[in-house]
């Protein structure tokens, strides 16, 4: 046995969450998950019809990109959670981009200034390359 007391803000963030095993909050959990996939397995059969119709390429690859978009929309938002770990995935998202943008600039960054060393050093040339004389056709 535990010889603490429970204090006001545990049991405060222990009533918080009792409700999510209620079996009403499981029925409507459930409920959720089974309207996404109805609602996908519907994008499927309409992504499936408009490769069967005869629209024009372009319009074709649109509409099921759209479709595909929606889909990967309600697979990350519900069945990874991504709408109820809005804090994590903002998070992880502004790191991702820190990285990304470290990596895109960093290494253009260090090329660009190789090629102000050496355009100041005189090894690459700022002048146009002149076109080689033309060579009279042999007889």
């Known amino acids: 046995m535990s010889d603490h007391a429970a204090s006001p803000e ?9 409700g999510h095993n209620s079996p009403e909050a499981i029925h409507a959990e459930k409920r959720k998950y089974l309207i996404i996939f109805f609602v996908l397995a519907v994008l499927t059969v309409m992504t499936v019809a408009v ?30 959670h991504l709408l109820t770990e809005r804090k994590l995935v903002f998070t992880v998202l502004a790191i991702t981009v820190v990285f990304f943008a470290v990596l895109l600039w960093g290494p253009w960054h260090h090329v660009y200034e190789a090629e102000e060393h050496s355009r100041e050093v005189g090894v690459i040339s700022t002048e146009k ?11």
């Open 10 to 18: 545990t049991l405060e963030h222990h009533d918080d969450h009792s």
């Open 129 to 139: 390359p002149q076109q080689p004389a033309a060579q009279p056709a042999p007889h």
């Open 51 to 80: 490769s069967r119709m005869h629209l024009p390429h372009a319009m074709a690859i649109g509409v099921g990109l759209l479709i595909a978009t929606v889909k990967a929309s309600l697979v990350a938002a519900f069945f990874m």
